[in-house]
Each structure stands twice: as structure tokens, then as C-alpha cells.
């Protein structure tokens, strides 16, 4: 405990000659973190930066937390402190414009964690006669492989998913987590049973839909707002051995969207009657087929949107699964078939393969390490990720897929439907205003800086590309929503809110009064009125 005094004492210091810290060191020395306060250059460099690498912000010091009590004592302080600092907490770090960042505060760095607690592993509970008794109780920080990898030895995993799994359980349930299970379980913000949860009054709080409901309900979907995410109770299913995994290629935008449609529309039907995940993207261009994203086809034996009839150039293709094991592998070729011929897909297009459940589910990541290992992974993405309703989206196709991209689009594009019955309207998540909505992401990467030349592949062009996306739907009357939201001004979040901003305010003012997490979010400027308080 000497030790870490110190080297608290030291850091302390260090923040009051660099950046002039305005909170007083006696306020940090009494907390008896376990945990580290670090200035480490290395520390400082990641917590500046995230994954969309356009923005960045260093911090006035990085915290790693040994426990649930550290977020505490940190918060706490923070809240009583008299001028008051920022805290914002940290997970793998794969926001896009700062939303995990602060200036004038604590980086809490909860993936990063000094996990010395056998408290901070994932504690699984199965009791397989009582299906609400097979749950996961996990480290906020904890990242959703490391989640799999310790249910599957029980033979469960959780049911809903993202289709990137390096992500942090806290980090994907303040925002929704969504894949193509959301069509039949919802997001992973209606598979959770109870979280725990550190509020901006420095209060560690366990919450359910019987227990502090109304704090629960905020943080799913709530952006960091009302607290930190300590831990989090994931319910849990039997895990299937193996996935078939199909593709099909549609250059008619209504028959493509028809079919996605149908296909959620069975998620009440028997398992043996539906696909257990489903999924889209857009294809512009015949790289787009084979990118990392979508990366199925075989590399010796790539498949050419010329080898279709694609109007304009452009081609749909619709990604479904069926998981399967050794009971049911007998059936698994009649079902899928019973489905796929009531599509109406271009007939030669079917690409099929089957794998490991695992496997499918760690797919994004292998090719992240191939794009690692050339350089492409750590540049600029503009990501724009919309929510788009049932009743616009052919008009969406029109105005974007088949106008403003081109023919170059530097990077994937999802496109599939969800039925919004599946997502708890109580959660602080806004959707769309209709039944069935679409998901629109554009995966986009800079990439002019590495592989050169392409000006459709530079920041500033795909930056303003998104503007363009975003006037063109403003301007046609589209009413989308925006998932990993990003907006600048109060103004801009309220209209995002829309009917909810009322509550998400009165949230706010109760759980977080100070309005000092999460600021990168920019929805509330803290109330301390130092240089703090300005962007």
C-alpha cells in the first residue's frame, strides 16, 4: 500500500506541473485505490486515440481498476471533488469519434484492468432444468471472445451478439451490440438480467427490471451517461456445434429487401423453420465481394459482379446461418432448403460453407489480423451507421447505393431489417418510428495515406460523402436515426432523442447531476465552471 501511495503521490505531482491540475492531491491520496493511476506515455497514447483515429484527446491521467470499488472511489471523488474532473470509461476502445475520450479528466481503462480479483472473471451459473438460472456474471471490461471462450466450457453462450467480438461487454451495452441474431433475440440490450453499475454520484448500484429499474433501463442504450458498467449478468443458451453458412446474390433491390423481410418475419417459428442469423451487404464493386468484412469466397476462385446481371453495377447479397449439431445434423440440409426456395435470389449465386460455431463467430477478427499484418487495420474510419425505416429504404437505395456512392465505396456496407418489438422501448436506445427497420452501415477506411492515389478513399472525401448521405435523407424526409450516434451540439441530440430527451435529461440530472461521464459523448457539458466546462 506504501508502494502504490507513492507512485500516486508521484503521478499526482506530475499532473499538477504538466497540465496544471485543478482538483486538490489531497482529494486522489485519500482514495486507497488497489488499482494503478498511470502517465505512462503508452497509457496516455491509447487512451487518446480510438478506433476511428480522427480525433484525439489525452487525458489528465489513465486508471486501471482492480475492482468495482476502485470505479467507486475514483467517481466519488470526482463528484465531491471541489473543482471538479471528467471520467470516462474506456473498453477496447472502438468508438469512432472520441466518445471515450476526455481532456479534462480520468481515462478509466476497463479492459486494460489489473485483473488481481477472481471477482473480475467470468463466473458462469447453470442450472440446465431452470433456463432463467443459466447466466454469465461479468467484468464490465471483459471482452465478448473472452465471454465465449469461458461459457463454451460449459457448453452455453449468450444468444445475441456483435458481429465483432474484441468488443467490451459494458462498451456494446451502452450502445445496443447488434448482429444478425437481433432479428430474433433483439439487440444485447434485451438479453441482460442485472448489471452493476457505478452512477456519477459515485454509487455502486445493482439493477434489473425488479431492482432499480429506472437506472437499469438508462444505461442500456444510455451512452455512458448515468454510469459505469461494473458488471453485467448475460443469460445463456446451449451452444450449437457447427454453422452453415450461406450466401445469395440479388441484383433486384425489392426482391432482396422482400426476402430479408420474410425471413425476420418467422423469428416466432420453430428453430427448424428459421435461420438463426441473417444479414446483408451492398456490392458496388467486385472487391467489395471479398473484402475482410465478407471474406467467404476462396482467393483462388474470387466471384465478379460481372459474372451477374447487375443493374447499375450493383448487387445485393443476402447472409444467412443455420447452426446445427450432431442431433440435428440428419435434418439440417432439408431445412435450409425448405427456406431458400421460397427466396427469390439469382439462382447460380449460392455460395455455401460450414465451420465451427466459434469460428463464425470470431470471423471478423481473423481477417482483422491479415489486415493488421499489412498496415491497414490502424487508420481513419468514418464509419456512418444508420437506422433506416421499412418505408424508405427503397428510396435510400436510389438516392445512395445507387447514386451518391459510385462505384468505389472503400470499405463494406451492411444493410439488414430488425423488428423493433425485439428492442425494450424503456432502454435510452432511440429506433425508428415503424415495425421492421433497416441497419445501414458503412464500414468505411482511409486508406489514401497507405496504399496511395485514390482520392475516394481519403478521409476528407469519404468524411464529406457521409454529409452528403445524411443531407440527402434530411432533405428527402427520411426519418433514420443514427446508431453509434455522433452529434456536437444539445440541439442536435435532442432532436435525436426526439420524444425521449425529456427522459433522458430527467435521467441524467438523477444519475449523473455533475454531468461528468462521458463527456466525449458532447450531450452534456460538466457543471463545474472551470475551462472544463468548454469542448
Known amino acids: 500500500m506504501a508502494t502504490n501511495k507513492l507512485l500516486l503521490t508521484f503521478a499526482i505531482c506530475r499532473l499538477i506541473v504538466t497540465v ?31 478506433f476511428g483515429m480522427m480525433s484525439r484527446a489525452e487525458p489528465l491521467a489513465v486508471f486501471h481498476p482492480a475492482s468495482a470499488e476502485d470505479v467507486v472511489r475514483l467517481v466519488d471523488a470526482a463528484y465531491a471533488s471541489v473543482n471538479g474532473f471528467t471520467v470516462s470509461a474506456k473498453g477496447h476502445g472502438h468508438s469512432i469519434n472520441g466518445q471515450a475520450q476526455t481532456s479534462h479528466g480520468v481515462v478509466i481503462e476497463m479492459s ?29 471490461g471483459e471482452l465478448w471472445i473472452d465471454v465465449l471462450r469461458a461459457t463454451l466450457q460449459y457448453g452455453l453462450a449468450p444468444r445475441s451478439w456483435t458481429d465483432y467480438l474484441y468488443l467490451s461487454v459494458g462498451g456494446t451495452l451502452s450502445n445496443a451490440g447488434i448482429s444478425g441474431q437481433a432479428f430474433n433475440h433483439g439487440p444485447q440490450i ?77 423469428h416466432g417459428h420453430p428453430n427448424s423453420q428459421k435461420f438463426d442469423y441473417i444479414e446483408g451487404f451492398v456490392i458496388v464493386d467486385d472487391g467489395l465481394i471479398n473484402n475482410w468484412r465478407s471474406s467467404f469466397f476462396s482467393p483462388r476462385n474470387p466471384v465478379k459482379i460481372t459474372s451477374f446481371n447487375a443493374n447499375g453495377s450493383v448487387l445485393y447479397c443476402l447472409e444467412v446461418t443455420k447452426n446445427y449439431d450432431e442431433s440435428s445434423a440428419n435434418t439440417i440440409d432439408q431445412e435450409i432448403e425448405a427456406l431458400l426456395e421460397k427466396l427469390d435470389f439469382i439462382p447460380t449465386s449460392v455460395f455455401t460453407t460450414d465451420l465451427p460455431y466459434v469460428d463464425f463467430l470470431d470471423r471478423v477478427h481473423k481477417n482483422e489480423l491479415k489486415l493488421r499484418s499489412k498496415g491497414l487495420w490502424d ?28 462505384n468505389n465505396t472503400s470499405g463494406p456496407i451492411l444493410i439488414y431489417p430488425m423488428n423493433k418489438d425485439k428492442w425494450d422501448h424503456r432502454s435510452s436506445v432511440v429506433t425508428p418510428d415503424e415495425q421492421v427497420f433497416y441497419l445501414v452501415a458503412f464500414l468505411r477506411s482511409a486508406l489514401d495515406t497507405v496504399i496511395g492515389g485514390d482520392e475516394s478513399q481519403s478521409l476528407e472525401y469519404l468524411t464529406n460523402q457521409n454529409r452528403q448521405i445524411l443531407r440527402f435523407c434530411d432533405d428527402a424526409g427520411i426519418k433514420l436515426k443514427q446508431y453509434l450516434p455522433h452529434y456536437t451540439t444539445q440541439e442536435e441530440w435532442m432532436d435525436h432523442f426526439g420524444d425521449k430527451w425529456a427522459q433522458f435529461y430527467q435521467r441524467k440530472m438523477e444519475f449523473d447531476p455533475r454531468r461528468i461521464l462521458a463527456t466525449g459523448q458532447r450531450i452534456f457539458k460538466p457543471s463545474f465552471t472551470s475551462k472544463v466546462a468548454s469542448w
Open 20 to 50: 496544471g491540475l485543478t482538483l486538490r492531491p489531497t482529494e486522489l491520496l485519500r482514495l486507497g485505490l488497489d488499482g494503478q493511476l498511470s502517465l505512462d506515455p503508452t497509457d496516455m497514447e491509447t487512451a487518446s486515440l480510438d
Open 112 to 140: 486494460g484492468s489489473v485483473k488481481k480479483l477472481a471477482q473480475l472473471s467470468p463466473l458462469v451459473s447453470m442450472e440446465q432444468e431452470v433456463q432463467e438460472q443459466r447466466y454469465v456474471d461479468v467484468w464490465g
Open 190 to 266: 434485451s438479453n441482460v438480467y442485472e448489471l452493476d453499475v457505478v452512477t456519477g454520484k459515485g454509487e455502486l448500484m445493482t439493477c434489473s427490471e425488479e431492482q432499480n429499474s429506472e437506472l437499469f433501463h438508462a444505461v442500456l442504450g444510455g451512452l455512458g451517461q448515468f454510469g459505469i458498467i461494473t458488471r453485467a449478468r448475460i443469460p445463456l443458451e446451449p451452444a450449437p456445434q457447427r454453422v452453415r453458412w450461406i450466401r445469395a446474390l440479388y441484383s433486384n433491390f425489392t426482391a432482396f429487401t422482400k426476402d430479408q423481410e420474410f425471413l425476420i418475419s418467422l
Open 379 to 406: 487508420v481513419p474510419h468514418p464509419w456512418l451507421n444508420l437506422l433506416v425505416p421499412k418505408s424508405r429504404i427503397s428510396d435510400f437505395d436510389k438516392g445512395v447505393f445507387k447514386g451518391i456512392l459510385g
